[in-house]
């Protein structure tokens, strides 16, 4: 009698660590683009169909400003050529994506990210001067306040520029806002206001101690882009928060019990 009772306290104890330890998310790389049903077209509408349809916790995006100030979501600076910030949008209307759908301008993205199911990644990429930057930030604000997704819950935004991430930092306070460089130790970006990181993995191998210095200021950690599986299993020993990967339901497999959904 004396052992089973011993055996079940065993196993409440092992049930209380699990239930304990903290989840990781999984956020999908440019969408869920990486399968046939996306027809592989990154930074789709359909990538992010699939990544809430997939219950996935994060879909992130790239977005870009165009010459007369229309937001599109692509990942390069350049489409077929042509430099995105000099080219006005009527110059890209006709490009398609890979799976043929027409380049998405961000009010169009945002209209499918209103039906809910993942949190949305934003990225907001580094442009040639401050104006476009701060312009950039603003419109995107406007967007995100029209389609009803101006909410902490609903949108994360992350960048590898300095200026994105300052202002952010002044104009949307309580959102998380990740620095995406990995230039700066975890307390240098907090010192500049900035509430979290998300750095390419060799960053975290090199900086094993950033994971808990960030955790410590009570900062955010996503990594980028997590694959190969023996890499997801390092960082998942590191303890990140969230994996950003184009493999998203390897991932999930890895992760099993610990995965935190949306
Ligand atoms: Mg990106």
Known sequence: MRRLINFSAVIALVALAASCSPKIAITAHRGYWNCEEAGFAENSIKSLELAQKNNLWGSEFDVHITSDL???????????????????????????????????????????????????????????????????????????????????????????????????????????????????????????????????????????????QAHKNKMSVNVWTVDKEEDIKEMVGLGVDCITTNEPLRVRQILGGKEKKY
């Open 70 to 212: 229309v937001l599109v979501v692509h990942h390069d600076r350049d489409i077929q050529g042509k430099s995105i910030h000099t080219h006005d949008y009527a110059d890209f209307k006709d490009y398609r994506l890979k799976n043929g759908e027409k380049l998405p301008t961000l009010d169009e993205y945002l209209a499918q990210g209103e039906k809910g199911g993942t949190v949305l990644v934003f990225e907001l990429k580094q442009q040639y001067d401050k104006a476009h930057e701060d312009y950039m930030v603003d419109k995107s604000i406007e967007a995100l306040k029209r389609h009803g997704l101006f909410d902490p819950k609903k949108v994360i935004f992350i960048s590898f520029s300095r200026n994105i991430c300052d202002r952010i930092a002044a104009l949307c306070p309580g959102f998380t806002n990740q620095y995406l460089s990995g230039d700066m130790s975890p307390d240098e970006v907090l010192a500049k206001g900035v509430n979290g990181i998300d750095y390419h993995y060799n960053v975290f191998r090199k900086n094993p101690g950033w994971v808990g």
